[in-house]
């Protein structure tokens, strides 16, 4: 009823934190894209590029260049993390199933995919709650603002930055970032 009566006044994104307070993305569990249960605590030590991905966007050719990128450090430390969502004009309409094919056929995705959630609104998945609010991260708030943004995490499961979706991942400004967030010990 409190929500309710502060939307009325302007306040109705009232969030609240995570409970119990979260320290980093290694703290979630996650599906696959196949459906089964893992722990991003597996990646613990591994810096980490996660990008919301859609099948019918005009960010869709990303795929090519974030795979390039996942080919060229992934022996070094990087692992991309895929979590196809639909909050953008419905741009991802298709079943798990059908994204993993679209994926595999059209651009050879070998990075870690994972089941559809949502990343943004009222039933935005914990993990994107903990990426896109300081409260939670305690490092930055970027809402997601299209398919295809990005958050380097480091190799501690730490936020650092959040990339635009109209961003290349070929660019300077992150491949520069990625280089740095894998030099470090």
């Given at each position: 009823?409190?929500?309710?009566?502060?939307?009325?006044?302007?306040?109705?994104?009232?969030?609240?934190?995570?409970?119990?307070?979260?320290k980093s993305v290694h703290e979630f569990?996650?599906?696959?894209?196949?459906?089964?249960?893992?722990?991003?605590?597996?990646?613990?030590?591994?810096?980490?590029?996660?990008?919301?991905?859609?099948?019918?966007?005009?960010?869709?050719?990303?795929?090519?260049?974030?795979?390039?990128?996942?080919?060229?450090?992934?022996?070094?430390?990087?692992?991309?993390?895929?979590?196809?969502?639909?909050?953008?004009?419905?741009?991802?309409?298709?079943?798990?199933?059908?994204?993993?094919?679209?994926?595999?056929?059209?651009?050879?995705?070998?990075?870690?995919?994972?089941?559809?959630?949502?990343?943004?609104?009222?039933?935005?998945?914990?993990?994107y709650q903990y990426l896109t609010k300081?409260?939670?991260?305690?490092?930055?708030?970027?809402?997601?603002?299209?398919?295809?943004?990005?958050?380097?995490?480091?190799?501690?499961?730490?936020?650092?930055?959040?990339?635009?979706?109209?961003?290349?991942?070929?660019?300077?400004?992150?491949?520069?970032?990625?280089?740095?967030?894998?030099?470090?010990?």
């Amino acid at each position: 009823m409190l929500t309710s009566i502060l939307s009325l006044f302007g306040f109705g994104n009232i969030t609240t934190p995570l409970s119990p307070a979260v320290k980093s993305v290694h703290e979630f569990k996650v599906k696959t894209i196949t459906g089964k249960e893992q722990s991003l605590s597996d990646y613990n030590g591994k810096v980490l590029l996660i990008v919301n991905v859609a099948s019918k966007c005009g960010n869709t050719p990303q795929y090519k260049d974030i795979e390039a990128l996942y080919e060229k450090y992934k022996d070094k430390g990087l692992v991309v993390l895929g979590f196809p969502a639909n909050n953008f004009l419905g741009q991802e309409p298709g079943s798990n199933e059908e994204i993993q094919k679209f994926c595999s056929l059209n651009y050879n995705v070998t990075f870690p995919m994972f089941s559809k959630i949502s990343v943004k609104g009222k039933d935005q998945a914990p993990l994107y709650q903990y990426l896109t609010k300081k409260m939670n991260n305690g490092v930055l708030d970027a809402e997601v603002k299209w398919n295809f943004q990005k958050f380097l995490v480091d190799k501690n499961g730490k936020v650092i930055t959040s990339i635009s979706p109209s961003t290349s991942v070929t660019s300077e400004e992150v491949v520069q970032a990625i280089e740095k967030a894998l030099a470090k010990k």
